[in-house]
């Protein structure tokens, strides 16, 4: 066999090592699904204006996220089990790093939501019930549950998809403390 | 306890093919045919195993028991029956499930209808299958157990997607998978053959009824996933080059140059190391297809189950497989003997064009859909190809396929064509052609070239095949009788490419003709006020609500008149699901022959107006149509039994027949 032969035969074996290499390094970056970054990066949060949970958690439109300091705004429902999976981990955000977060209640009811809270506890300041799911188109949001990361002007700097799990813990406080810093 | 039975039969199955590979393995080193001689009823107990615990899968879906996890995150005790039971596969564990259910039946197949073939060439084949059966079920077993327990088991389950709650999806992965999976037999046959050093006219004619059936399951797989979009999305298109699509398209198009270049290898022994890289290759890229969908590399409106550890699982499968299929290619591909030479003008010469082309297709599919994902992984950028590029790369290559086509059936095995004469007997296909085309520059609104370009391959295709048939059947010498007894005694593969080539050029036709004279108009309308549509005129006559098992739905009645005779009503909804919380829209759709009527029921602007999408797409169908023409033939084919004594005969007899002209070795 010359070796022009050789190298054409090898060939196909030489692709799939390429295209291997390639989806290892895309899988190994934390697989981080490729969505395309939201187009709401580095721009305002969307108009928006939602009616609130209860007394204690008023509604949440987007001026509440121009007060000036650094928010998180948590796109839940109470039907979706990683929303509940990643409360904990809200809960520590809130309560030991002090972070303030809302949340968008996606097409949810109150009494359902009454019963997650009351079995896994209630780390949001402000809820708006988004009952017709607009606000969460205006967000762009693929599905719940969804985390932005909005500067205290309003301008949305970072999107998390999926529930956020503790290993994401370290990286978001990050991006919150660069946020406080602009 | 079902789900337990279901749980064990799987690690038994893993087990039988564990036995599968390892026996015959050691029976091929002491030459020991007793050994070997276990791959068959191993081959048969995996498919029993197999069966049992699907079985058990679709019985725990049925009765709803949440305490299978699968079952809790993706049925409910309100869903319809059906997709109760089509839920099964709806989900990753399931679908994967399935996967292996039809790998069994594969190697059951081989096993069972495989006695012709070569004793040691099929257990071979059948080693292979089991080998690749392993990783399939420890995929399972390990990452990703369709039989695991949730404790405590919730009340109430999670729902199905409802987009998947649809009869067009809820058989499209079955009939999907017979396709992706049927190729591995192929794969196997490839592998066997370098094994064995038995590349030869033999094998390809062995292997040809399994490519058909393969090549005959996943159109219609893709034929079926295309016409789900089409209805259930509502958009009002039916092909996206979305990243899922192509990944069940790249292997249909290297099972199409397969299907060819067997024929040029079974016929005429030339061909042999492209045959086997196709043969490897098609079913390679099914198994990318599935890591695609499954690893969250891409994503698209269809990928579900998103779990990259999952995705490295696939990649080492897929690494081990297809690497070392194409290192044993490498290494073995120089002692396979080159085969016999042809003139280029020759059929075979028109079949290497076409595997020429194809190729090229498979080419820029495959770049269009992995650069971006590259790109990505490499530097960091992120981009979109979209339909633009596959529209600029994708079109242009087909136009010589289809014409290609036309040609090919015309031109002798082995010696160069005389020209004159094939031009003589095209002549009138391309006059109707030329004719088509002009007819609709004058008459048609649309006068784009791409239009008048796909109308007259379509009927130059289908001119050329039934001037084909008036050439077997000798049409003119003799009465009716004679020529009707030739007809009936042509070969059924011939029958079987008459068929699908006919079936490709309607399914040209239809994609130009609807996209060229679509009429499409986006406005808000209230009840009574009519719209008009290209020839029809849409009334909304009513708007009530109405309740679905486990759904509520807006649904609007449009009245579609032609010069005031109603014509048909449609009724689209907008739907409205509980559980999870979803709205999709159900197009309102009535095919008829000359097209379809297509009404999308949108949002009330509060003042008593309706958001509408009314469509006519004229001949939208018969792209569904052609796929089924398609289908048809490779089944037709399949079922040929004459080609055994075709290919039995030595080559030069066969030649010699050929002259004459006696045997119709145009066959195919």
């Given at each position: 066999m010359s070796l022009g032969r050789k190298l054409l035969v090898g060939l196909p074996v030489l692709v799939l090592l390429a295209l291997v290499a390639v989806f290892f390094l895309r899988l190994d970056?934390?697989?981080?699904?490729?969505?395309?970054?939201?187009?709401?990066?580095?721009?305002?949060?969307?108009q928006f204006d939602l009616a609130g949970y209860d007394a204690e958690h008023p509604g949440l439109s987007?001026?509440?996220?121009?007060?000036g300091g650094v928010t998180l705004v948590n796109v839940f429902a109470s039907w979706c089990a990683p929303c509940i999976a990643e409360l904990p981990q809200l809960k520590a955000l809130a309560e030991q790093h002090g972070v303030t977060i809302h949340a968008i209640?996606?097409?949810?009811?109150p009494e359902a939501m009454a019963q997650v809270f009351a079995e896994y506890g209630n780390p949001f300041r402000r809820i708006g019930l988004d009952n017709n799911g607009r606000a969460a188109i205006a967000w762009g949001i693929?599905?719940?549950?969804e985390t932005f990361v909005v500067r205290g002007?309003?301008?949305?700097v970072y999107r998390h998809l999926g529930d956020i799990r503790p290993e994401h813990i370290p990286a978001l406080l990050e991006t919150i403390k660069k946020a406080q810093q602009q | 306890m079902v789900a337990e039975i279901g749980h064990f039969s799987l690690w038994l199955a893993l087990a039988v093919a564990v036995c599968q590979v390892l026996l015959p393995g050691v029976g091929f080193h002491k030459d020991d045919e007793r050994l070997r001689a276990v791959a068959v009823p191993a081959a048969q107990a995996q498919l029993l195993l197999a069966l049992i615990s699907f079985g058990a899968l679709t019985w725990v879906f049925w009765v709803s028991d949440f305490s299978v996890r699968v079952v809790a995150e993706n049925s409910h005790t309100l869903k319809p029956a059906l997709y109760k039971i089509t839920g099964v596969w709806a989900n990753h564990e399931g679908s994967m499930l399935l996967w292996v259910t039809i790998l069994a039946l594969a190697g059951w197949a081989v096993a069972t209808f495989?006695?012709?073939?070569n004793e040691r060439l099929r257990t071979r084949v059948l080693s292979v299958q089991a080998l690749i059966g392993i990783g399939f079920y420890v995929f399972l077993l390990v990452?990703?157990?369709?039989f695991e327990r949730l404790?405590?088991?919730?009340?109430?389950g999670n729902g199905l997607n409802p987009l998947l709650q649809d009869p067009g999806l809820a058989f499209h992965p079955p009939m999907l998978y017979l396709g992706y999976v049927g190729l591995s037999v192929t794969f196997s046959f490839a592998v066997a053959a370098l094994l064995e050093n038995q590349v030869n006219p033999e094998w390809a004619r062995r292997m040809r009824p399994w490519v058909l059936a393969a090549w005959a399951a996943l159109t219609g797989g893709l034929a079926l996933g295309s016409w789900w979009a089409y209805y259930?999305?509502?958009?009002?298109?039916?092909?996206?080059?979305?990243p899922v699509e192509n990944a069940a398209l790249m292997p249909w198009l290297a099972a199409t140059a397969l299907l060819h270049s067997t024929l040029v290898l079974e016929k005429?022994?030339?061909?042999r190391n492209w045959t086997v890289l196709l043969a490897v290759l098609a079913f390679s890229l099914s198994m990318l297809g599935t890591f695609i969908v499954r690893s969250g590399l891409l994503t698209s409106v269809?990928?579900?189950?998103?779990?990259p550890e999952r995705g490295i699982f696939i990649l080492v499968l897929l690494a081990l497989y297809i690497g070392g299929a194409l290192t044993l290619y490498a290494w073995r591909a120089g002692t396979v003997e080159a085969g016999a030479t042809f003139a280029a003008t020759s059929r075979e010469g028109s079949l290497v064009i076409n595997n020429l082309l194809l190729a090229a297709i498979l080419g820029t599919v495959f770049l269009g859909t992995l650069y971006p994902m590259a790109l990505e992984a490499v530097a960091g950028e992120k981009i979109s190809v979209g339909a633009p590029y596959f529209n600029a790369t994708f079109r242009p290559l087909m136009v010589p396929v289809a014409a290609l086509m036309a040609v090919g059936p015309f031109l002798p095995w082995r010696k160069a064509a005389g020209g004159r004469r094939v031009a003589r007997r095209l002549a009138l296909p391309a006059l109707l052609a030329l004719l088509s085309a002009l007819t609709v520059y004058a008459f048609a609104d649309t006068r784009g070239a791409w239009a008048l370009l796909g109308v007259g391959l379509a009927v130059w295709l289908a001119a050329s095949i039934f001037a084909d048939i008036a050439r077997q059947v000798r049409l003119?010498?003799?009465?009716p009788r004679l020529v009707w007894g030739r007809l009936i005694r042509q070969p059924r593969a011939m029958f079987g490419m008459w068929l699908a080539h006919l079936g490709v050029a309607v399914s040209i036709f239809g994609a130009t003709a609807s996209g060229a004279w679509e009429s499409e108009v986006m406005t808000t309308v209230e009840p009574g006020q009519p719209v008009s549509v290209g020839p029809y005129t849409f009334t909304l006559d009513s708007i009530m609500p109405v309740a679905g098992p486990n759904y509520t739905a807006i649904e609007g009645r449009f009245d579609v008149r032609k010069d005031d005779n109603l014509v048909v009503s449609v009724r689209p909804q907008s739907r409205t699901y509980t559980e999870p919380p979803m709205e999709t829209t159900e197009a309102g759709i009535a095919p008829l022959w000359a097209g379809d009527i297509y009404a999308v029921l949108g949002k009330p602007d509060g003042q008593g107006r309706w958001q509408v999408r009314l469509h006519w797409k004229p001949f939208m169908p018969w792209v569904w149509y052609g796929a089924a023409l398609m289908m048809l033939g490779g089944a037709v084919s399949m079922l040929d039994r004459r080609r055994s004594r075709v290919a039995l005969m030595q080559p030069h007899q066969l030649a010699a027949e050929a002259a004459e002209q006696k045997l119709p070795l145009a066959a195919e």
């Open positions: 970056r934390g697989g981080q699904p490729m969505i395309p970054p939201s187009a709401l990066i580095g721009k305002p949060a969307p987007d001026a509440d996220l121009r007060q209640a996606w097409k949810d009811k693929s599905g719940v549950p002007d309003g301008t949305v | 495989g006695r012709s073939l990452a990703s157990n369709p404790l405590p088991a919730p009340g109430e259930e999305l509502g958009w009002g298109g039916w092909w996206f080059w979305d005429r022994d030339a061909l269809h990928s579900f189950a998103v779990d003119g010498h003799g009465g």
